[in-house]
Every structure is written in structure tokens, then in C-alpha cells.
């Protein structure tokens, strides 16, 4: 377990970053989840789930299966078991990605939104991804900090934790070395209005945020033979 790590989005929970999260992530995780057109009968892994938001997204669509959403976070899984106990197909895991405690071939689909980068060994994450997959599987993840998305590099600085920098075709070899086939990327879009006046502190400038918002998030699709 990456315990600086734990530590970091322990006080992240602790501090109400969850809803601020979904509200940043929600726009761009809808549309990706909606890509992957979740069966009812499906069993799905959220991994890095934070706060549940996308979990409990996607249990609806799995509303006869089963959906798990896994965070190093004990308080982030605190908080989601909390706000997600009107979902009984869904259920929560302190977890790493690294080490997965599932059985081999468990799921049919597996999400991740702005988790990959955190990884201290990507590609062991995803071999364990893709064990725990079924033949013909759905993997879909998403992320903001990215190599050609050069606003989002501004975060490295300010992130107390360490994070990687990958870029779309670096991504894409990982999920294919790691077993996955019909790898695919392409770029989703946030269209909530930019304000004309940015008070925000995640970029220097306004025109940093536009910049951002212009070059999108990273959503990697990837299928399991």
C-alpha cells in the first residue's frame, strides 16, 4: 500500500474534497461511462473510486450485476460506503491497484477516472487490471494530467504526492504490453462554461484553464482477448 498516498486523499476526504472532485470529474466521467454501455448483468471494478460518485453511476446501468469500487483511501471508502447505501449491488474495498484482492477473471468491466497517474508502477497496475478481467472485458479510464495536455503540468509542483507524466502513445504501450488488445485513446470534453473571471487555484491564469479545457481529458479504451 502506497501509504503517502493513503495519507494525501485521507486528508483530501477529511478536508470535503469528494464533492468538489465529482463536481470536476462528473462532466467528462458521465461521458466515458456512457461509452462503455454497462450491461445490467455486469460485474465491474472502479479503481481509485474516491468518494463513489462514478461506482455509483455505473451501478445503475449494473443494476442486476455488481459493481466494486477499490481506493488506497480509508476515508475516501469510508465516504463512499456512507453515500452509497442505497446501492446494494454495490460495495467498497481499501485496495491497492498494485495488488488487487480479487479473484482472477472477477470482472467484466473495469473503470478508472483520474487515478493511473498516481501509481508509483503503472504497469504493474494494469497487469493486475487485466488479470482480474474476464475474456472480452471492457477496461476505460480517464486522465487529466497527461503529456500533450501541458496546463495540467502545472500540477506536478503543487501535488504532495508523487505523480507521472505519461503521454497518449506512452499509455497506450503499457495496455498493450500488459495483455489488453484494441487499444484506443481519444479526447473528451468539458462543456461547462469557463467564467470570465477564473478565481480558481488549480491554474496560474484564466487562460491557462481555457488551454486545459481546449486540449480535454485522456480516455483510454482497451479490450481483454
Known sequence: MNEPLRLEFNEWALAGKGASMERGHRPVGEQAIERMQI???????????????????MARCARDGRVV?????????RLARDESADYPNVEFQVA???????DDREFSHAFSMESLYYYSDIARALGE?????KAGGLFVAVVDLYQENEPSHQWIDSL?????L???????????????????HERLFDPT?????????????RDDFVLYRQN???????EVP
Open 69 to 77: 469500487g477499490i481506493d488506497v483511501s480509508d476515508e475516501m471508502v
Open 129 to 133: 487490471i487485466r488479470r482480474v478481467m
Open 39 to 57: 450491461p445490467t448483468q455486469a460485474t465491474v471494478l472502479d479503481v481509485g473510486c474516491g468518494s463513489g460518485w462514478a461506482t455509483r453511476l
Open 166 to 184: 505519461l503521454s497518449a502513445v506512452e499509455y497506450c504501450s503499457l495496455l498493450e504490453r500488459s495483455g489488453f488488445m484494441n487499444v484506443r
Open 216 to 222: 480535454g481529458s485522456l480516455m483510454l479504451r482497451a
Open 160 to 164: 504532495k504526492v508523487p505523480v507521472q
Open 193 to 205: 462554461p469557463v467564467p470570465e473571471v477564473y478565481t480558481g487555484t488549480t491554474f496560474k491564469t
Open 96 to 102: 491497492s491497484a498494485e495488488q488487487l484482492p480479487f
